[in-house]
């Protein structure tokens, strides 16, 4: 898709009628805790047409009136502003149009007005509350109580296009991070929630990953992406688009590897991430990391060129920019995710583990498994002996270029410059790195 085509339709696996995404905003709250920084999840009734019973963050379609030249005028960044902040990834009018939804969906959702008067001061809150109530139009309640819509508190983060596939439903969703203001409270619309939670990131991880909670790939994974954040400065740092999605490259470098540079790992316009496929008739897919249209749409495609079946994804690790694509694919070609015992719960989806010393059987080519917990603890390589490579994932390369440091033991130099040597003991190689370049080592 072109940047700010929201509405481009998307090639489908299967027969059917083409369902175009439709545009949406969410946003992800943070608030100061004990514990560090939580987010606010709310629980769709299990009645609900899209998504029952799933804990999400607030949010929903962008609607004609999120144009509406008065709420415009009230957007405390103009459209351009608004564009920038997606670093051109949306046109002006669409970008100011999502920011707009991003604050209206948070209200009417969660009842939290990112918005002041003309002088700064908080809302009345008990008027904008009784609005809301009543059913007053967004664009009318801003206009009564004379409000400036912070749109400027708003820091974009990630996209996300549902696969064409299990729903008649699909959304292109902007995702956003903002701050709980200073007083505010949550006071959930009860007929879209039926209750919420504040947690850490890692605690809803942990939620998930013990069955207390039920979460998508896009929330799963920006809980993930949030996991070492302080606060909204390192959201604005070190997770904020700095560049625009643009179309994969592909490159083959062999007759049974391809490499696809991918725009938009962890869902983030502009951050790199390398994907591989192996194979030539039966072909895996490793570190998808993309999980929009045009980068499953390439994956894809190279496999339809060479007449192949994709058999598996397998990823070196669940960290975002490896794994976020990894559902995408597997529903539109219907196969297994594959990564370490240890990716499991970062997942919302169900594995099959990788073990030490596992040779791949579902690919056409010779794929053997070595354990390298470093830098992630679940951290996988894979050799790839007919080919002369071994992709290292995080092991080597430049790292991603969007994501918030954490600090951890796994990454540790001495636990990186082992799992190295192992590599190097297994013979001459050119090393594949999810990011960056390959290089040789003899």
Not at 36 to 43: A, F, I, R, W, Y
Not at 82 to 88: F, I, K, N, S
Not at 179 to 208: C, N, Q, Y
Not at 300 to 319: F, H, P, Q, W, Y
Request: glycine share 10%.
């Amino acid at each position: 898709m072109t940047p700010g085509d929201a509405g481009a339709p998307a090639a489908t696996a299967g027969t059917g009628p083409l369902v175009v995404p439709r545009a949406a905003a969410t946003v992800a709250l943070l608030r100061p805790g004990p514990a560090g920084p939580e987010v606010l999840l709310t629980h769709r009734p299990s009645t609900m047409a899209f998504g029952p019973g799933l804990h999400v963050f607030p949010g929903g379609a962008v609607d004609p009136g999120d144009a509406d030249v008065r709420l415009v005028a009230r957007s405390a960044l103009a459209p351009a502003a608004c564009a920038a902040a997606w670093a051109g990834d949306l046109a002006p009018a669409a970008a100011v149009a999502h920011h707009v939804a991003a604050i209206r969906e948070l209200f009417e959702e969660a009842g939290v007005l990112l918005a002041t008067t003309r002088d700064g001061a908080a809302p009345d809150a008990a008027a904008a509350e009784g609005a809301r109530r009543a059913g007053t139009p967004f664009g009318d309640l801003v206009e009564t109580l004379d409000l400036v819509l912070r749109t400027d508190l708003l820091v974009p983060l990630s996209r996300w296009v549902t696969p064409p596939v299990g729903t008649g439903r699909r959304y292109d969703a902007r995702f956003y991070v903002a701050a709980l203001p200073d007083g505010a409270t949550v006071l959930p619309d009860a007929g879209e929630v039926v209750a919420h939670d504040w947690m850490t990131a890692r605690a809803a991880l942990e939620a998930m990953a013990g069955r207390r909670i039920e979460l998508w790939p896009p929330t799963s994974t920006t809980l993930a992406q949030l996991a070492a954040a302080r606060g909204i400065e390192d959201v604005q740092r070190h997770l904020a688009p700095v560049a625009p999605a643009t179309p994969p490259v592909v490159e083959r470098l062999g007759p049974d590897l391809v490499r696809l540079g991918l725009r938009g790992a962890g869902g983030i316009p502009g951050n790199d991430v390398n994907a591989y496929l192996v194979g030539r008739r039966r072909m895996v897919v490793v570190d998808p990391g993309d999980p929009n249209d045009a980068a499953v749409d390439a994956i894809l495609g190279v496999a339809a060129e060479r007449g192949a079946r994709i058999t598996a994804v397998l990823l070196t690790s669940a960290a975002p920019d490896h794994a976020a694509g990894s559902t995408s694919v597997a529903l539109r070609v219907e196969a297994p995710v594959m990564a370490a015992a240890g990716a499991g719960p970062l997942l919302p989806d169900a594995i099959v583990p990788l073990a030490d010393g596992d040779l791949v059987g579902l690919v056409d080519s010779r794929v053997r498994v070595h354990a390298m917990p470093a830098p992630h603890d679940d951290h996988v390589v894979l050799e790839l002996s007919d080919a002369g490579a071994v992709l290292v994932g995080d092991l080597a390369g430049d790292g991603p270029s969007r994501a918030i440091p954490a600090a951890g033991t796994a990454g540790d130099e001495a636990s990186l410059r082992r799992s190295r040597e192992r590599i190097r003991g297994l013979g001459p190689a050119t090393w594949l790195p999810a990011h960056g370049r390959e290089r040789r080592e003899d």
